[in-house]
């Protein structure tokens, strides 16, 4: 059976199917949203306002005037009394739309500057003390509709948008204005009568006591075009930068020590630093615009000796022993370094709190380096860098799981298994006691333990878990998993 689309109504203006997204509905009949409008004026209609006969569409006042009832006394209002059948509205290429009459002319100067006509409270725009029509509210050049945020008015009493305006009476020629279109000088005559003459300022010409002026010109600086900058006075035009000379502000001045100004890029040039790493991008490493000897002369490198200020023994620097102020200060285990000093005191490398480890004696290092010189040693025993000894001299190997050197513990305070001082960067745990890090292995294969396979023995040792079963655990048949737990040796 072959597929039949559904059957949709048709709109009676146009003919064509209406779906029910924009339809709507009068008389009986579904029309186009586009098409519900009155047949004679053209009016977009609503279900308040519609009016429907024989298939036509018509808003209140022209049915009334087709269909109404004519002549004195009918309808309410004197607009009911009108005699017009709307054969205004019927003519060919009218469109609906009806010509205006002709206004009726005001007195000279009092009327609209534009057409001359009355203008009344509802359509008056307000320009320059003097009324216009609304529809007279536009640009002289262009013909723009205006408000009061684009409307400029002209020296000869005209009124036009902001571009127009800049294009007749702005300034001409290379920076001024915005965008290309400012730039042009061939749409109006630049000799106008109008026009204003630009000229340049002489801001120098009023000059002020030695001091006291504008640093550049020497001129006094006025209110109006006062800019500061560390508690000097400038002129605006001359607030630029002393190399490039490009117009400053708060944000990119900079003061230089020969008590001028300049922007960001030329300051860093002049006064940053300079070489490969210094300041952002590379326009900042080109030190072209001076010589060697100027860039030496003017910014010599100047080592900064950190034991020149000696402090009391005991309170300044572990390193150099002088005096650690607060803006170099770093700490490490209650004592103040240099930040110069601060290093690694076997490779150097500069330290922060995530890699500095305080060794026993009392030097600090990086974890390498701790690694190397107290760590434990040999196979299994911490990560790839400290199993290497890059120095000449081989790094001391503890061939016995006891030390041989360092300061001894009191009593029940040390190490466990060596009686070694612990320090918090190699302490284990284990029952309330504490081990080293080497130390902490079992105490019959020597295999390095941690918190999931450490068993504590009733003899204070540690054991793995399979010495800790040949040793204290249940033997015999049944007990333990797997056959090396049934072994009787």
């Given at each position: 059976m072959p597929f039949k689309p559904a059957d949709n109504p048709k709109c009676p203006k146009c003919g064509k199917s209406v779906y029910a997204a924009e339809e709507r509905v009068a008389g009986g009949n579904k029309w186009h949203k586009q098409c519900f409008k009155c047949g004679m004026c053209g009016k977009m209609l609503d279900s308040t306002n519609c009016a429907e006969h024989e298939n036509e569409l018509y808003c209140k006042n022209c049915h009334g005037?087709?269909?109404?009832?004519?002549?004195?006394?009918?309808?309410?209002?004197?607009?009911?009394?009108?005699?017009?059948?709307?054969?205004?509205?019927?003519?060919?290429?009218?469109?609906?739309?009806?010509?205006?009459?002709?206004?009726?002319?005001?007195?000279?100067?009092?009327?609209?500057?534009?057409?001359?006509?009355?203008?009344?409270?509802?359509?008056?725009?307000?320009?320059?003390?003097?009324?216009?029509?609304?529809?007279?509210?536009?640009?002289?050049?262009?013909?723009?509709?205006?408000?009061?945020?684009?409307?400029?008015?002209?020296?000869?009493?005209?009124?036009?948008?902001?571009?127009?305006?800049?294009?007749?009476?702005?300034?001409?020629?290379?920076?001024?204005?915005?965008?290309?279109?400012?730039?042009?000088?061939?749409?109006?005559?630049?000799?106008?009568?109008?026009?204003?003459?630009?000229?340049?300022?002489?801001?120098?010409?009023?000059?002020?006591?030695?001091?006291?002026?504008?640093?550049?010109?020497?001129?006094?600086?006025?209110?109006?075009?006062?800019?500061?900058?560390?508690?000097?006075?400038?002129?605006?035009?001359?607030?630029?930068?002393?190399?490039?000379?490009?117009?400053?502000?708060?944000?990119?001045?900079?003061?230089?020590?020969?008590?001028?100004?300049?922007?960001?890029?030329?300051?860093?040039?002049?006064?940053?630093?300079?070489?490969?790493?210094?300041?952002?991008?590379?326009?900042?490493?080109?030190?072209?615009?001076?010589?060697?000897?100027?860039?030496?002369?003017?910014?010599?490198?100047?080592?900064?000796?950190?034991?020149?200020?000696?402090?009391?023994?005991?309170?300044?620097?572990?390193?150099?022993?002088?005096?650690?102020?607060?803006a170099e200060q770093q700490l490490a285990k209650g004592t103040m370094w240099h930040k110069k000093c601060f290093n690694c005191n076997e490779c150097h490398r500069p330290l922060d709190s995530m890699i500095a480890c305080d060794g026993p004696d009392r030097e600090i290092h990086c974890r390498a380096c701790y690694g190397k010189l107290f760590g434990p040693k040999g196979f299994g025993f911490g990560h790839t860098p400290t199993l290497v000894s890059t120095d000449a001299q081989a790094a001391p190997v503890h061939t016995d799981a006891k030390p041989a050197n360092g300061p001894k513990a009191k009593d029940g305070k040390g190490c466990t298994r060596c009686g070694y001082a612990v320090y918090e960067a190699e302490k284990m745990l284990s029952k309330n006691r504490i081990w080293h890090k080497r130390c902490f292995s079992c105490f019959d294969c020597h295999k390095s333990l941690d918190s999931t396979n450490l068993n504590d023995g009733p003899n204070g040792e540690i054991y793995c878990r399979g010495c800790y079963g040949r040793n204290y655990g249940p033997r015999g048949v049944g007990f333990g998993m797997g056959a090396g737990a049934l072994t009787m040796a």
């Open positions: 005037r087709k269909y109404g009832p004519k002549g004195y006394g009918f309808g309410g209002g004197a607009g009911c009394l009108s005699m017009d059948t709307g054969a205004q509205f019927q003519g060919e290429g009218t469109n609906g739309h009806f010509e205006p009459k002709p206004m009726s002319k005001a007195p000279e100067g009092e009327g609209c500057p534009r057409c001359g006509g009355y203008v009344y409270m509802a359509e008056q725009m307000l320009a320059r003390g003097r009324a216009y029509h609304k529809g007279c509210f536009k640009c002289g050049e262009c013909k723009k509709g205006l408000d009061s945020v684009n409307c400029c008015e002209g020296p000869d009493r005209n009124i036009y948008c902001k571009v127009c305006y800049g294009k007749k009476y702005g300034p001409k020629g290379y920076g001024y204005g915005q965008g290309g279109g400012a730039l042009q000088s061939d749409t109006t005559n630049i000799e106008c009568e109008f026009a204003p003459k630009p000229s340049a300022v002489d801001t120098s010409a009023i000059k002020a006591s030695p001091g006291q002026g504008c640093p550049r010109c020497g001129g006094v600086v006025f209110a109006a075009e006062q800019v500061l900058s560390k508690g000097r006075e400038w002129h605006r035009k001359c607030y630029k930068c002393r190399d490039c000379s490009k117009t400053l502000d708060s944000i990119i001045a900079c003061d230089g020590p020969d008590r001028d100004v300049y922007c960001k890029t030329c300051y860093g040039k002049k006064w940053g630093p300079h070489g490969y790493g210094f300041a952002c991008g590379s326009g900042f490493l080109q030190t072209d615009c001076m010589s060697e000897e100027q860039l030496a002369s003017q910014k010599p490198m100047v080592t900064i000796d950190t034991t020149v200020i000696k402090a009391p023994e005991g309170q300044g620097c572990p390193r150099c022993g002088g005096m650690v102020f607060a």
